[in-house]
T-cell receptor, first 115, second 112 residues
Framework: DAGVIQSPRHEVTEMGQEVTLRCKPISGHDYLFWYRQTMMRGLELLIYFNNNVPIDDSGMPEDRFSAKMPNASFSTLKIQPSEPRDSAVYFC?????????????FGDGTRLSIL | AQSVTQLGSHVSVSEGALVLLRCNYSSSVPPYLFWYVQYPNQGLQLLLKYTSAATLVKGINGFEAEFKKSETSFHLTKPSAHMSDAAEYFCAVSAGGFKTIFGAGTRLFVKA
């Protein structure tokens, strides 16, 4: 079975540039989560969707961050303009339950470096 | 609201020794509890989960965890560590329909 697929795996760009991270969840999963992982702050939930609708975006750090889920098989996380402090590993995860009964399945992440 | 605390950001054991990673949770309703493992350059993978059935939960790779309500704990154990167990381990809690909360993680080092 295909797992959660994220692209790109690595992204290096200069500050001020727009960055778009992509995610394909597991087919049939109707919850999708975006996380950010850093040494200082650990794993942070940025936003999650249910049936393509954003449910909780309270973790999105600033207006520079936006996320969309145009259909059940694709989501994007966009940073515009990017800043060095956005450097982190960004994970996408999907689940068949947002109530926590079912585990989340994580992609391998996108390692983002903003110079 | 719920929370989870992992005691010890780093744990070091010798190969063949017992592995014990500690996790305490706080929840006002019966929780669901999870342990995940993260290997370098990979996402988190589920090790095991507790969802109110048996209090002793067995997972993959020989790991198990025991839910102790009186102690609000869900510690992860493995009788004999292997070099391949070196990774970061995350405890997570979910309760009452709220989002899953992850602990800060414990990095396990295994010495030959």
């Amino acid at each position: 079975d295909a797992g959660v697929i994220q692209s790109p795996r690595h992204e290096v760009t200069e500050m001020g540039q727009e960055v778009t991270l992509r995610c394909k969840p597991i087919s049939g999963h109707d919850y999708l989560f975006w996380y950010r992982q850093t040494m200082m702050r650990g794993l942070e939930l940025l936003i999650y969707f249910n049936n393509n609708v954003p449910i909780d975006d309270s973790g999105m750090p600033e207006d520079r961050f936006s996320a969309k889920m145009p259909n059940a098989s694709f989501s994007t996380l966009k940073i515009q303009p990017s800043e060095p402090r956005d450097s982190a590993v960004y994970f996408c995860a999907s689940s068949s339950s947002g109530q926590g009964l079912q585990p989340q399945h994580f992609g391998d992440g996108t390692r983002l470096s903003i110079l | 609201a719920q929370s989870v605390t992992q005691l010890g950001s780093h744990v070091s054991v010798s190969e063949g020794a017992l592995v014990l990673l500690r996790c305490n949770y706080s929840s006002s309703v019966p929780p669901y509890l999870f342990w995940y493992v993260q290997y370098p350059n990979q996402g988190l993978q589920l090790l095991l989960k507790y969802t109110s059935a048996a209090t002793l939960v067995k997972g993959i790779n020989g790991f198990e965890a025991e839910f102790k309500k009186s102690e609000t704990s869900f510690h992860l154990t493995k009788p004999s560590a292997h070099m391949s167990d070196a990774a970061e381990y995350f405890c997570a809690v979910s309760a009452g329909g709220f989002k899953t909360i992850f602990g800060a993680g414990t990095r396990l080092f295994v010495k030959a």
